[in-house]
């Protein structure tokens, strides 16, 4: 038997034809690489280009940007890319409002579009990418909010109660920030309007919930139909606690006066003292869109279960009964409650827009 | 003298002057304890007109000075409404919103618990006519009256009805525990009269009939006493208030009405009047503050001098008071009330409190102020020449020596020492630690 030479032995040895796929595989690799690096390219709406720096806006409707994702140069520079993205919005005091994460890969050769999946954020954006060549990058810029119009908000949810529009335009600053006359989400800078960090954003000015959740998370930040659902179901969640606690000030007033009933009026009692009344955050001569009286049931728009309805949106109640004590008679005391005074007075002096 | 003679002698006179300082150190030690027994604190917040409900708590002192919680005397779910105590008493009604019971707290067995549900249906009870009573021979007892037919404001009923419950304090025999429409036990009122805090404490409204004092509750009357002699002839209306009551002495001031409050001309002092049942006569004593809180610890009256200032004049010491709802840490947390913002929204409205403590003895007339410079302070309990008082989170414990108070001691410090308004010495024999 004739010997293999070692030259064909060599030749059909594994590790030479492996050397041979190796070169074969760098050679490709050398091919879809190339000399040419990878530009990660971003657009946006109308396939204008998002550089480093660029302000685009969550439109009033509302909706996020556009953010289309591609290669220039396609498989000649890589062949698949990796993306990350953080949006956050931090409170003036520093501490984290919201943040919106995304991340995806992509062939080279293809665009790959942000699906937002009905959510909503805005703030700093920051895309990091890396290629499966070695390359990597990011990119930073801004995404803002759009305030709606005021026909917009108005025809979103009905005008039920009959005070919700006073009270939409109070919360959200529509007569005190500019541009007045609309219903603010966002504050002039695009940023959600954030009048008592942590509490208070937005439309409705909501307030997280125990254990600092929004109802729609992120969303009620930048979304303005979100927020005011959600500022909308609250009110509607805390009416019978409003009413039953007008009935039981009423009868507490009575039980204290022995049966002799003192009525109670808003705004006339604040304007005469009639029975000693004490009025919170009261100004005298303002023209004021509500006004409520005892000789009106709860349920009725001039009772005052609808007067401590509005209030109890910014927390306590309009009006209770100051019992009698050795320094002072009993009397009517309203608007004063809780962390501020004058709720009740802000709202009603707020025209609905 | 011999010197044997000498040293006997000088040590004989050594004995009997260490026994003499002895007698009188024992003598000195006695008058500074009160009545023997353990420490214990009841903390609590009433809500009346507050959304949300505050736990009572008892409390002891631990060995480094800070509360030893003993147990959940009404829970934070519940709450209270209104809180009085007298003697070996303490009341509290609740839920706060509308009262279905009332939880009995008896100093000389505090871990007991004792509720009793008298209104399973929920009432409004009158808080100016709510009190204790202590009929002869019987224990301390709560009158609650109501009105049983006031539902809605816009549709007054044309007749006011009432009933009232008289919960005793006796539970030995819960068969008549409560019984209802016991209106002429009024005649046994007893007040401690207002402690501190940030709340309205209601007060208790009487008025003229007939040349007498009388408690007037929707149409049963009562006398109970003679009318002070400022009282008889006065041109202005009178609206005689309660302030404090015991076996000896029946306090009552006039209560200002709005024509005199608007007008700002109102005194600077006010005039409280003591009837001193022992001598059948009538005493006024001046005030140096014009709407004082006032807490009968017989024969003391203790005192928060309070005046009124509708233009919410910062008061010293707000800044030190907790602003937000917080809760204790720990195995037993509770819930404590943002005391600055209950301040600010009712007993601070009106009324400003430079932080001044008064002590009045109704029998010798010694007085004694305490100047705390912070709103939130108050007399907890004056006892055998003894007084605590507090002073935010901080309790002091002083002994009165004539007019002075000497010895001044923080006892305890601690976060929810704010809700302390109640504070008695007991020799329970059970006790739960």
Known sequence: ??????????????????????????????????????????????????????????????????????????????????????????????????????????????????????????????????????????????????????????SFIPSTPWFWRNLLAWESRAWSTSPTGIYHQFASGGTPLDCDCPNGIGLTQLDPANGGTYPSGINDFWAWNYNEVDGFNLLANIRTAAYNNWTSEWNDMSANTGGNLVPANWPSDCTTHANGAVCGGFTAGTTLFCSFSSANANGSPNGFGDGSWIHRYNGSFFVDWVDGTPNSPGYWEYDAQGPTNGYVFNVCKSPAI | MSANRQRYSTVCRLVLFSALLWGIACRAQSKTQPASGRLYFLAATTSEHWPQAYPATLYAVDGSGRLQWLREVVSSTEGTRFIYAYGKTIFLLHPHSAVTGVTIMHTDDPMRADDV????????????????????????????????????SATPPEKIEVTSALISSDSANSAKRVRFNAWPEYAYLRSEGTGGG????????????????????????????????????????????????????????????????????????????????????????????????????????????????????????????????????????????????????????????????????????????????????????????????????????????????????????????????????????????
């Open chain 1, 1 to 154: 038997m004739r010997k293999e030479s070692c030259s064909s032995r060599r030749d059909k040895r594994p590790g030479r034809r492996l050397s041979y796929m190796r070169l074969a595989a760098i050679m490709l690799g050398l091919i879809a690489c190339g000399t040419a690096r990878a530009q990660f390219v971003v657009q946006t709406n109308g396939g204008s280009t998002v550089s480093q720096g660029t302000t685009l806006s969550i439109d009033s409707s509302p909706a996020m940007p556009l953010l289309t994702f591609s290669v220039s140069g396609g498989a000649l520079t890589c062949d698949s890319l990796n993306w990350s993205m953080d949006i956050s919005w931090t409170f003036v005091t520093g501490n984290q409002g919201s943040l919106l994460e995304r991340s995806g890969t992509f062939y080279c050769n293809q665009t790959q579009t942000v699906d937002w999946n009905s959510e909503y954020g805005g703030g700093s954006a920051t895309v990091s990418w890396s290629d499966d060549c070695g390359h990597a990058g990011n990119i930073s810029f801004t995404i803002l909010g759009t305030n709606p119009s005021p026909a917009a908000v108005d």
């Open chain 2, 117 to 152: 549900t008298f209104a399973p249906q929920g009432i409004i009870p009158s808080p100016s006519a709510t009190v204790i009573v202590e009929p002869p021979g019987s224990a301390e007892a709560l009158l609650v009256p109501w009105i049983t037919n006031v539902k809605d």
């Open chain 2, 198 to 433: 940030p709340n309205y404490v209601p007060g208790i409204l009487t008025s003229r009939r007939n040349d007498r004092l009388a408690m007037d509750v929707f149409g049963h009357s009562t006398s109970l006493a003679s009318l002070p002699p400022a009282m008889e002839q006065s041109s202005v209306p009178v609206v005689p208030v309660v302030v404090g009551s015991s076996d000896r002495f029946l306090v009552v001031v006039r209560q200002p009405t709005w024509e005199e409050i608007n007008s700002g001309k109102l005194s600077s002092s006010r005039i409280l009047h003591i009837f001193d049942r022992a001598q059948r006569a009538w005493t006024a004593t001046r005030i140096d503050a014009n709407a004082p809180s006032v807490r009968l610890v017989e024969p003391w009256l203790a005192i928060i001098a309070g005046i009124w200032r509708p233009d919410h004049k910062p008061p010293p010491g707000r800044e030190n008071e907790r602003e937000a709802e917080t809760e204790t840490d720990g195995p037993h947390p509770v819930r404590l009330p943002p005391v600055r913002v209950l301040y600010r929204s009712y007993a601070g409205h009106n009324i400003f409190f430079p932080g001044v403590l008064i002590l009045r003895d109704l029998v010798d007339g010694r007085k004694i102020r305490i100047e705390t410079g912070q709103e939130d302070s108050e007399i907890l309990r004056v006892e055998n020449d003894v007084v605590l008082y507090r002073v935010n989170d901080s309790i002091y414990q002083a002994r009165i020596v004539g007019s002075e108070l000497k010895d001044t001691t923080l006892i305890v410090k601690d976060e929810d020492v704010p809700e302390i308004h109640w504070a008695f010495w007991s020799k329970a024999a059970s006790q739960k630690n």
